[in-house]
């Protein structure tokens, strides 16, 4: 079946470092990645629609200049948290369409579980 | 504005004890209503896809059921290990395909 892959699984970084998440699809061309955050007991919030080739499309109240997003490939979408802050832990979690069609259920990545010292 | 409301917020069970766990919402022109199951640490895992009403899916003990305003996840004989968060997310036509996620249900069983 569809498999994402998301690495790191796990980071712990100084404030005001920055922090690259991977999100691939391994058996499967995604046009389109969608990353996540999520607080401990509380729902998954989308955080902006990666689009290959072009810019990503951000949810309101989600700065693009902090978390910027490249989709270079079909099959590599990366999350970066700059100048990183406590207030920014928190388990971010990427997910692509199988077989990259939008009325696909979408498969989620292990999540990256952020935490800022 | 599309939302999605799970109940219970928790619930716990005796093996082989079957229950249901509800999701409501509304949204304006439902694509599909995901049911999703996610253990501590990990991302979610797929179960099913519904797209109307009057839907139903199996997978082991988890039967997924569709109304027009709400789904139900039940639980048949369940087993310790099918303890996790089981998550609700609504695809609505409009917003493309983002999902909208309720908080979830967290199901602890045992033996």
């Known amino acids: 079946g569809a498999v994402v892959s998301q690495h790191p699984s796990w980071v712990i970084c100084k404030s005001g470092t920055s922090v690259k998440i991977e999100c691939r699809s391994l058996d499967f061309q995604a046009t389109t990645m969608f990353w996540y955050r999520q607080f401990p007991k509380q729902s998954l919030m989308l955080m902006a629609t990666?689009?290959?080739?072009?810019?990503?499309?951000?949810e309101q109240g989600v700065e693009k200049d902090k978390f910027l997003i490249n989709h270079a490939s079909l099959t590599l979408s990366t999350l970066t948290v700059t100048s990183a802050h406590p207030e920014d832990s928190s388990f971010y979690i990427c997910?692509?369409?199988?077989?990259?069609?939008?009325?696909?259920?979408?498969?989620f990545g292990d999540g990256t579980r952020l935490s800022i010292l | 504005e599309d939302q999605v409301t799970q109940s219970p917020e928790a619930l716990r069970l005796q093996e082989g004890e079957s229950s249901s766990l509800n999701c409501s919402y509304t949204v304006s022109g439902l694509r599909g209503l995901f049911w999703y199951r996610q253990d501590p640490g990990k991302g979610p895992e797929f179960l099913f896809t519904?797209?109307?009403a009057g839907e139903e899916k199996e997978k082991e003990r988890l039967k997924a059921t569709l109304t027009k305003k709400e789904s139900f996840l039940h639980i048949t004989a369940p087993k310790p290990e099918d303890s996790a968060t089981y998550l609700c997310a609504v695809q609505a036509r409009q917003a493309g395909t983002a999902l909208i996620f309720g908080k979830g249900t967290t199901l602890s069983v045992s033996s």
């Open positions: 997910s692509a369409n199988s077989q990259g069609r939008g009325n696909q259920p979408q498969h």
């Open positions: 519904l797209y109307s």
């Open positions: 990666s689009n290959e080739g072009s810019k990503a499309t951000y």
